[in-house]
Each structure stands twice: as structure tokens, then as C-alpha cells.
């Protein structure tokens, strides 16, 4: 059974820095590919998606400032939210890439303007 943890998120100052986490288990995770959503708007986004060969893909309005990455000895994905813009708040959430259904409870991040 596929599970999704994340967290870090918190509240945040415009122009500060925030990292997410996001434990996964119950799949194999080496192989494959992990994204990160934000909710809102009203359904769940793209922010960032990141292949087992290292292939990122990030969303136009965070590029160059938020950074996917892995561990694979943890299970663990990241994202690394630098210059924080208040648009960027709301609940982030980890999963497969691609995947529309398991999801975990998410981690809200808010920004202060």
C-alpha cells in the first residue's frame, strides 16, 4: 500500500525559505518518478516532478527558485522553496508522477507578505 508522508510546511516570510519533505513506502521507490502538487487553485498543480534518472520538471511560476530532489536511501523526496512569493502558499503534496489517487494529508506552507 502505496503511503505518502510530507511535511515542513509552515509560515513563511515573502522572499524566505522552506523545505518539504516526503516519506514514501509500500512501492519501489529507486525507480520511480516523484512530483509535487499545490492545492489551491482548485484542483492539484504541478510544482515539481523529478525521474529516476535525475530528469526535473518544475512549473513555470517557481523556476529558479524551488528545487526537487531524492534520496533513495530514505525514500524521502524533497523540495526546496527558495525566494518564497505569497502565490506560493497552500497545501503542498507528494506522489508518484502521474499518479490522481493515494494522496497523503499534504503540509500547508503560508507566506507573509
Known amino acids: 500500500q502505496v503511503q505518502l508522508v510530507e511535511s515542513g510546511g509552515e509560515l513563511v516570510q515573502a522572499g524566505g525559505s522552506l523545505r518539504l519533505s516526503c516519506v514514501a513506502s509500500?512501492?519501489?521507490?529507486?525507480?520511480?518518478?516523484m512530483a509535487w502538487y499545490r492545492q489551491p487553485p482548485t484542483k492539484r498543480a504541478l510544482v515539481a516532478g523529478l525521474s529516476a534518472d535525475g530528469t526535473t520538471v518544475l512549473a513555470d511560476s517557481v523556476e529558479g527558485r524551488f528545487t526537487i530532489s531524492r534520496d533513495n536511501a530514505k525514500n524521502t523526496v524533497y523540495l526546496q522553496m527558495d525566494s518564497e512569493k505569497p502565490e506560493d502558499a497552500g497545501f503542498y503534496y507528494c506522489?508518484?508522477?502521474?499518479?490522481?489517487?493515494?494522496w497523503g494529508r499534504g503540509t500547508q506552507v503560508t507566506v507573509s507578505s
Open positions: 509500500g512501492f519501489e521507490f529507486k525507480p520511480t518518478a
Open positions: 506522489n508518484i508522477k502521474g499518479r490522481t489517487c493515494g
